[in-house]
């Protein structure tokens, strides 16, 4: 099993950046692919990325190309979500979640997650 917590959230203006981090402790976290979710207030939980297990391959939401960065360092067992060039929609609570299988992670279909972090972007 895999226990995840998420930090790194907080209030900025449109346009600014914030990096969250997802601190995993449990046993075999480097085999584990790694995924950030969001929900916005009286919306659906959404995928924002995912990142294997290596690091070698990355998949993003379209609503998030190009402006977010999913990393992670095995040796610190942690997973980071760069946000660049924030808008107010992106405000939500934001969610680690972690899988053996890299498609679980991008469907959400997991048991593991985190219990999550709220960034909010002001316009």
């Known amino acids: 099993q895999v226990q995840l917590v998420e930090s790194g959230g907080g209030l900025v203006q449109a346009g600014g950046s914030l990096r969250l981090s997802c601190a995993a402790s449990?046993?075999?976290?480097?085999?584990?692919?790694m995924g950030w979710f969001r929900q916005a207030p009286g919306k659906e939980r959404e995928f924002v990325a995912a990142?294997?297990?290596?690091?070698?391959?990355?998949y993003y939401a379209d609503s998030v190309k190009g402006r977010f960065t999913i990393s992670r360092d095995n040796a610190k067992n942690t997973v980071y979500l760069q946000m660049n060039s924030l808008k107010p929609e992106d405000t939500a609570v934001y969610y680690c979640?972690?899988?053996?299988?890299?498609?679980?992670?991008?469907?959400?279909?997991?048991?593991?997650w985190g219990q999550g972090t709220q960034v909010t972007v002001s316009s």
């Open positions: 979640a972690a899988d053996r299988i890299f498609h679980t992670v991008v469907t959400g279909n997991t048991d593991y």
């Open positions: 449990g046993r075999s976290y480097s085999r584990y692919a």
């Open positions: 990142i294997t297990w290596s690091g070698g391959s990355t």
